[in-house]
């Protein structure tokens, strides 16, 4: 059992940054493989990035090299800094935890394979 609570959202202009926080409780964050996820409106949800337990990062291909994932296991919490932000990067966040992921190079961004959810934090970014 875990529960995620993000928090950092807000709206910028384009080219801006923002961190996003994803509180980890009930559990300890280095049990879990974690990754970020995204959804505008109208759009399917699809993983933005994901960080292995032993600290292995994977990207979407349209936020590679502008976003950064983290996770601070002392604190518990998970981040996500977002560089060089762009209007097509606004939606609603997610953080998501999962025990096992096999295969995971290949899987880490399926949302399928997690059962963990947050509830979402709100990114704008207006161009």
């Known amino acids: 059992q875990v529960n995620l609570v993000e928090s950092g959202g807000g709206s910028v202009p384009a080219g801006g940054a923002l961190r996003l926080s994803c509180t980890v409780s009930?559990?300890?964050?280095?049990?879990?493989?974690m990754a970020w996820f995204r959804q505008a409106p109208g759009m399917k949800r699809e993983g933005v990035a994901g960080?292995?337990?032993?600290?292995?990062?994977i990207y979407a291909d349209s936020v590679q090299g502008r976003f950064t994932i983290s996770k601070d296991n002392a604190e518990n919490i998970l981040y996500l800094q977002m560089d060089s932000l762009k209007a097509e990067d606004t939606a609603m966040y997610y953080c998501?935890?999962?025990?096992?992921?096999?295969?995971?190079?290949?899987?880490?961004?399926?949302?399928?394979?997690?059962?963990?959810w947050g509830q979402g934090t709100q990114v704008t970014v207006s161009s």
């Open positions: 998501a935890a999962a025990r096992i992921i096999k295969g995971y190079s290949d899987y880490a961004l399926s949302e399928v394979l997690y059962p963990s």
């Open positions: 009930l559990n300890t964050i280095d049990n879990f493989h």
């Open positions: 960080i292995h337990r032993d600290g292995t990062t």
